[in-house]
């Protein structure tokens, strides 16, 4: 494009392409940290579900003590309040415990939760149908997912949609660079008028997508690979994205969810919907929130490439993701908190890329090793700790990218990007490296 004073100049950060083998990188690993273990995996099942039991215990003590007779608040308005903030206080942390169940769930599915195929099905089905996933529809996927992330036509979900997609103008590179280094005044005008936020626009946005995101996602394909027919979803054995010879793992899917939504509108039945949904319901929302924010933030940033088929590898992928600190921006305590309550699922997340098949409580000496071969070899692998304000300033920073270059990064609404790619050279220079900037 031809420079003009006016136009808006960003200074970008190199992101070097790696060119590790997956051989480098489970080098790095220690090799007990491949070892699984059913009884080791069984007890995070039963301190889950313990703590949840606490929890619910410890809400049920709490209320049976706002009374008049046992404490006395200055207004009567204050006891159905006080009754609101115990359940909500249970809600929230029950659904944390509830997300770590979903975890060893999501692990069986990698059969990183013991060396036994069919003890490892078995547990993910039963723990996923209560949660409302259908277990090997999702499965299924979701190892398509981690044989393609970032890859622009073959990945499964977070797949980010194109200029062309979204609608937009064509690339005019008299009036931006396709890099995203430079925007003229004109295209930066008209780019924001398709696709800016106002706060409250994008915080509206951002909460739709935590509390729905996950439904839709399993029922409409929604922020799913873009090239599927309309009316994907992981109910039909003969969706696009499943096999004939799947058929049979999608219907007994299907009913793991018909037993699950049979047990919560029985239990609707007997005890009513208020019981169900503060003590099911509400832990149900946010372990479907905590679902999203986590393997949103995990694959979502501007930091973060998307690859085409030319420039793809698997390591290349595997890389391609953020290690996060859940809750770590509430405070060391909170942090502490999700990364426990959750068994490190948002902060061990490269190497469970690299590696599936390690279970979470080796998850964390195997990452620290792993990161700090990656860290030697200039990469970044700490993204910002994971939160509602970061998805809230992900949100409006990612917002598509181009349908031009094999190594993409997200632009914002202004069509400006944080990063652009860089190639290594086969001939170091004296700085140790030299980068060829390859489109």
């Known amino acids: 494009m031809v420079p003009d004073s ?92 509830a997300t770590g169940l979903w975890v060893i769930a999501h692990e069986c599915g990698h059969q990183a939760f013991s060396d036994s195929k069919f003890v490892n099905n078995a547990v993910g089905w039963i ?34 949609r194109t200029r062309s997609q979204l609608g937009l103008r064509p690339l005019d590179t008299t009036k931006e660079d396709r890099l995203g280094a430079r925007v003229s005044e004109e295209v930066k005008k008209e780019l924001w008028d398709a696709l800016g936020d106002s706060p409250i626009g994008a915080t509206l946005g951002a909460a739709s997508y935590l509390l729905g995101g996950w439904p839709t996602y399993l029922l409409t394909n929604a922020s799913g690979q873009p090239r599927y027919p309309k009316g994907t979803n992981h109910f039909s054995p003969e969706a696009t994205m499943f096999s004939p010879k799947q058929y049979s793992q999608i219907i007994l899917s299907d009913i793991g969810i018909f037993l699950w939504l049979a047990g919560v509108l029985g239990w609707i039945y007997y005890k009513g919907f208020a019981e169900v949904f503060v003590l099911y319901g509400v832990p149900y929302l946010w372990v479907n929130h905590w679902l999203v924010l986590i393997t949103f933030l995990q694959h979502t940033d501007p930091l973060l490439p998307h ?127 030299e980068i060829n900037e390859k489109y």
């Open 6 to 97: 006016s136009d808006t100049v960003v200074e970008q950060d190199i992101y070097v392409v790696p060119d590790f083998t997956i051989k480098d990188l489970l080098s790095a690993v220690p090799a007990h940290c491949n070892e699984r273990s059913a009884l080791r995996s069984s007890l995070y099942i039963f301190m889950d579900v313990i703590v949840i039991g606490a929890i619910y215990k410890t809400a049920t003590f709490a209320d049976a003590y706002v009374t008049t007779e046992a404490v006395s608040f200055p207004h009567p308005l204050m006891y159905p309040l006080a009754r609101f903030a115990i359940w909500s206080l249970y809600g929230f942390i029950a659904g944390l415990f």
């Open 127 to 160: 723990l996923h149908s209560a949660l409302g996933v259908p277990y090997h529809s999702w499965r299924i996927t979701h190892a398509k997912h981690h044989a393609s992330t970032g890859h622009m036509t073959q990945d499964q979900v977070f797949v980010p």
């Open 307 to 433: 690859y085409r088929a030319s420039e793809f590898t698997f390591p290349r992928g595997a890389l391609s993701t953020l290690d996060r600190n859940l809750m770590g921006d509430l405070g060391s305590l909170m942090g502490w908190l999700g990364g426990v309550a959750t068994h490190g699922i948002s902060e061990t997340h490269i190497l469970h890329h690299v590696s599936s098949r390690i279970p979470h409580y080796h998850a964390w000496e195997a990452s620290a090793a792993l990161r700090k071969k990656l860290t030697e070899a200039g990469m970044r692998c700490e993204g910002k700790p994971g939160g509602w304000a970061e998805v809230y300033r992900v949100y409006k920073e990612c917002k598509f990218v181009e349908d031009e270059g094999d190594v993409v990064f997200f632009k914002n609404a202004h069509g400006l990007a944080q990063m652009r790619p860089a190639f290594n050279t086969e001939s170091p220079s004296d700085s140790g490296i």
